[in-house]
C-alpha cells in the first residue's frame, strides 16, 4: 500500500498564483522527497528533506516537514505553465533490513496551471 | 551522462507471449529499481538491486514476474506468460547508492506496456 498519500488529488490556478500540495504518511521516516512527471514521462527528483529538518528551499520550491503530525507541504510560487505536471512524495522509512533505501510513492497531485 | 535508459519505449504484445524489458541504469549507480505505474494501483515498486544483487521482490505480483541483473550496467525484467492486466507503465531507475544520505533515484522514460 501507498505510504504516502497526496493531497488535493487535482489543483487548478492560474499562472503567478502558488500551488501548495500536501502529503501525509504513516510510519517513521528516515527522509521524504517530492517528485515531478510531466506527461508521459518518468520522475524527475526536485526535493529531499530529512527527518531533522522542518523547511528547505530550492528556487520557487519550499518543501516544510512535519514529523509530529507525519505531513509535508510542498509549495511552488509564481507559478507557470510549464508546471503543469503531476507531484509524487516519497518517504524512505527510518528502519533496516529490506526496507533500507525503499521509496514509497503517494498517488500523486496532478496541478494544471492555466496561463 | 545519457541518464537511465530503457528499452523498448512501447510494446504491444498479445496474451500468454513473453515480455522482456531492459534497462541500463547511469554509470556507477549501485542501485536498481523497477517500477509499475498505474491509474489504478498508481506506482508500485517491483523490486531494487543493490550491488546486482536482489534486495526485495516482495513487490513482484507473482511468479510470471522475473527481474534480473548480470552485471552492474544491465537488468532485465520478464513477463511469462504476459495477461491484459500486466498492461502499465514500467519504469526504472537507479541510485548512487542504497541507503545514502542523498537517496535519489533517478528514472527512466519508461515502457509503456499494452497487453492485448
Known amino acids: 500500500s501507498q505510504q504516502g498519500e497526496e493531497d488535493p488529488q487535482a489543483l487548478s490556478i492560474q499562472e503567478g498564483e502558488n500551488a501548495t500540495m500536501n502529503c501525509s504518511y504513516k510510519?517513521?521516516?528516515?527522509?521524504l522527497q517530492w517528485y515531478r512527471q510531466n506527461s508521459g514521462r518518468g520522475l524527475v527528483h526536485l526535493i529531499l528533506?530529512?527527518?531533522?529538518?522542518r523547511e528547505k528551499h530550492s528556487g520557487r520550491l519550499r518543501v516544510t516537514l512535519d514529523t509530529s503530525k507525519k505531513s509535508s507541504s510542498l509549495l511552488i510560487t509564481a507559478s507557470r505553465a510549464a508546471d503543469t505536471a503531476s507531484y509524487f512524495c516519497?518517504?524512505?522509512?527510518?528502519?533496516?533490513?529490506?526496507?533500507?533505501?525503499?521509496?514509497?510513492f503517494g498517488q500523486g497531485t496532478i496541478l494544471t496551471v492555466h496561463p | 551522462d545519457a541518464g537511465v535508459i530503457q528499452s523498448p519505449r512501447h510494446e504491444v504484445t498479445e496474451m500468454g507471449q513473453e515480455v522482456t524489458l531492459r534497462c541500463k541504469p547511469i554509470?556507477?549507480?549501485?542501485?536498481l529499481f523497477w517500477y509499475r505505474q498505474t491509474m489504478m494501483r498508481g506506482l508500485e515498486l517491483l523490486i531494487y538491486?543493490?550491488?546486482?544483487?536482489?534486495?526485495?521482490d516482495s513487490g513482484m505480483p507473482e511468479d510470471r514476474f522475473s527481474a534480473k541483473m548480470p552485471n552492474a550496467s544491465f537488468s532485465t525484467l520478464k513477463i511469462q506468460p504476459s495477461e491484459p492486466r500486466d498492461s502499465a507503465v514500467y519504469f526504472c531507475?537507479?541510485?548512487?547508492?542504497?541507503?545514502?544520505?542523498?537517496?535519489?533515484?533517478?528514472f527512466g522514460p519508461g515502457t509503456r506496456l499494452l497487453v492485448l
Open positions: 531507475a537507479s541510485s548512487p547508492r542504497l541507503g545514502a544520505p542523498q537517496e535519489t533515484q533517478y
Open positions: 510510519t517513521s521516516i528516515n527522509n
Open positions: 528533506i530529512r527527518s531533522n529538518e
Open positions: 516519497a518517504t524512505t522509512p527510518n528502519a533496516g533490513g529490506t526496507s533500507y533505501g525503499k521509496l514509497t
Open positions: 554509470s556507477g549507480h549501485n542501485s
Open positions: 538491486f543493490n550491488n546486482n544483487v536482489p534486495i526485495d
